[in-house]
């Protein structure tokens, strides 16, 4: 590698870091698509492994925050964002950001709050052709960037596994990413989505994320 590679680049004050906690296990196609993704700035790698995801969220946060990043980019060693997410997600200079995630079922893995109060997934099709920002209740933190001042505003522990915990699922279970967002929309900030940046979420399914049938030429690493 030449001086300049991306690779070469990380700083002790990265612009952005990485996150990518997992359970030590992520596919040839992931390491591949990590290699191709578009950096901006000086950057940093890290990740947290076989670790409770909340756990794993909240200390990659304080790893940031040590390293005085100024932005947290979570990518999920199962989705594999457009060659381009970053920059995209960056230009808009929002507090936070996610790429459209697809859930393995092969709908959008957005939710909006209903009017009982609950969760509720958008699962209409027509969302991918979106331009622009849509506003949402609940994002993966798959493909999710957010500006560390926003940890400096949401109260620790930032992210919190309440599935099983028979308080705080009222009024619904919440997954470390959900407990997120109703954390930091209680703090008066908005959770957007860029429609544009298509996530795939690898699955062993005989299908791809978006519900049509695998080819071996499937590329993970083009944005649409």
């Known amino acids: 590698m030449g001086v ?22 992520a596919t040839t196609d992931w390491a591949l698509n990590l ?13 947290w492994r076989g670790l409770p995801f909340d756990v794993a969220r909240n200390r990659l946060v304080k790893d940031a925050q040590a390293k005085k990043a100024r932005y947290i980019w979570f990518v999920d060693t ?11 997600l960056m230009r808009w200079r929002l507090p936070i950001v996610s790429g459209l995630v697809w859930a393995k079922t092969g709908s959008t893995a957005i939710w909006m709050r209903t009017s009982e109060g609950t969760l509720a997934p958008i699962k209409d099709p027509r969302i991918e052709q979106t331009e622009g920002l849509i506003t949402v209740d609940a994002v993966p933190a798959g493909c999710l960037l957010v500006d560390m001042r926003v940890f400096d505003v949401v109260p620790y522990p930032w992210f919190r596994w309440t599935v099983d915990d028979p308080v705080e699922r009222k009024p619904e279970f919440q997954s470390e990413d959900f407990y997120f967002c109703g954390q930091a929309q209680a703090n008066g900030f908005r959770i957007f989505v860029d429609a544009k940046v298509k996530c795939n979420h690898e699955t062993t399914a005989p299908v791809d994320p978006f519900g049509r049938g695998l080819t071996p030429a499937l590329s993970f690493a083009t944005a649409n």
């Open 4 to 25: 300049g590679a991306w690779e070469q680049q990380a700083s002790t004050a990265p612009l952005v870091v990485i996150a990518a906690p997992t359970t030590g296990l």
């Open 35 to 47: 290699l191709q993704l578009q950096k901006v700035g000086p950057f940093e790698c890290l990740t």
């Open 78 to 88: 199962d989705v594999l964002p457009p060659v381009d997410a970053l920059p995209r």
